[in-house]
């Protein structure tokens, strides 16, 4: 078994969790393990999404990215 600690909640953010772990039939740890894995992978998407957004408002730039993106891409075989 991995090495525990304790993390302090308010009481509302406990019951959600409960529930949330009730509703999936997982432990308090794995709901707490799969909700910040959840929500490392949600910052993640929302920076590649801002630079992209970004990379966009430079019309060169985002001509470079999209012919790069091109040149690097594996074809599946479906058209």
Do not use: C, N, P
């Not at 993390?7 to 909700?35: F, N, P, Y």
């Not at 910052?43 to 966009?56: S, Y």
Request: net charge negative; proline share 0%; no cysteine.
């Amino acid at each position: 078994m991995a090495k525990t600690t304790t993390v302090r909640v308010d009481a509302e953010t406990h019951a959600r969790l409960l529930e949330l772990g009730r509703a999936q039939g997982t432990s308090l740890i794995e709901t707490v393990r799969d909700a910040a894995e959840a929500l490392r992978r949600q910052r993640f998407a929302h920076r590649v999404a801002a630079e992209l957004a970004e990379l966009r408002r430079d019309e060169t730039a985002w001509k470079a990215y999209l012919t790069e993106a091109d040149a690097a891409a594996v074809s599946d075989g479906i058209d």
